[in-house]
């Protein structure tokens, strides 16, 4: 979808250089303001054909802004982002793997967790049952879900009531 900005009147190559009709080279006229001096040779629409000189022949062109339909900006997508409701990801205790490795996974797969949390989040789950790793966005929490059972842990998420 195409939009003319400068609310003039929006020509296609086709309509602009077809010889055939003296309506389109009329509707060019009317469309673009151009200065013409008497020693710049002429198009068949005539038209100034050069843009150098002193009168100048360049013509101005409408300024084209596409649109894709259905798209949203970038704005829309970081406030829908925004609102999205937090998602929690929670570790369940098991009996199979090791404390030692349960942190060093946790470490892996959460970006930014620190040797101290990863500690504090086994500890919590060993000795509760289960312990929250993370809140954040649902896609997220589903990526994160999906990597600490691909390491063996017992996981899951859950909406977070209170947010972030």
């Known amino acids: 979808m195409e939009t003319a900005i400068c609310g003039r009147i929006a020509l296609s190559p086709n309509q602009v250089l077809s010889p055939k009709s003296d309506i389109i080279s009329v509707r060019w006229r009317q469309a673009f303001s151009f200065k013409r001096t008497m020693d710049q040779p002429r198009?068949?629409?005539g038209l100034s054909a050069t843009g150098s000189g002193k009168g100048g022949g360049l013509?101005?062109?409408p300024i084209i802004e596409?649109?894709?339909p259905g798209r949203e900006s970038e704005f829309d997508l970081r406030r829908s982002r925004k609102t999205a409701?937090?998602?929690r990801v929670i570790l369940h205790n098991d009996n199979y793997n090791k404390r030692e490795y349960v942190v060093q996974v946790l470490m892996k797969v959460i970006p930014g967790m620190t040797l101290d949390n990863a500690v504090n989040i086994m500890q919590?789950?060993?000795y509760n049952g289960l312990s929250v790793v993370i809140i954040c966005a649902q896609a997220d929490a589903e990526e994160h879900c999906m990597q600490l059972r691909g390491n063996g842990l017992l996981s899951s998420i859950e909406p977070a009531s209170g947010g972030c």
Request: proline share 13%; aromatic share 6%; charged share 35%.
């Open 85 to 87: 409701p937090p998602y």
């Open 66 to 68: 596409k649109t894709t």
């Open 59 to 61: 013509l101005e062109r």
């Open 43 to 45: 198009d068949s629409h």
């Open 124 to 126: 919590e789950a060993h």
